[in-house]
């Protein structure tokens, strides 16, 4: 099971966004992207619901709990 860091990688890179554009987005810092996507620590709830709107997937897709396939 893919955790929260290795999806945010992986559907930044699906969207071909950098850590910079993902935290102009949503109001944070590309060091924070780059933390949360080392699994160093995650965002707060008001920031994953900024990012499940961003990249138009549920929470529970982000963190894992769910894949591509199981939306369908």
């Given at each position: 099971?893919?955790?929260?860091a290795?999806?945010?990688?992986?559907?930044?890179?699906?969207?071909?966004?950098?850590?910079?554009?993902?935290a102009?987005?949503?109001?944070?810092?590309?060091?924070?992207?780059?933390?949360?996507?080392?699994?160093?620590?995650?965002?707060?709830?008001?920031?994953?619901?900024?990012?499940?709107?961003?990249?138009?997937?549920?929470?529970?897709?982000?963190?894992?709990?769910?894949?591509?396939?199981?939306?369908?």
């Amino acid at each position: 099971m893919k955790n929260f860091a290795d999806r945010l990688r992986e559907i930044r890179e699906e969207y071909k966004m950098t850590q910079l554009d993902v935290a102009k987005a949503i109001g944070t810092t590309k060091q924070t992207v780059s933390r949360w996507e080392t699994n160093f620590c995650e965002p707060d709830l008001e920031t994953v619901l900024k990012l499940a709107q961003l990249f138009k997937v549920s929470i529970d897709y982000l963190f894992g709990l769910i894949n591509y396939e199981d939306l369908s």
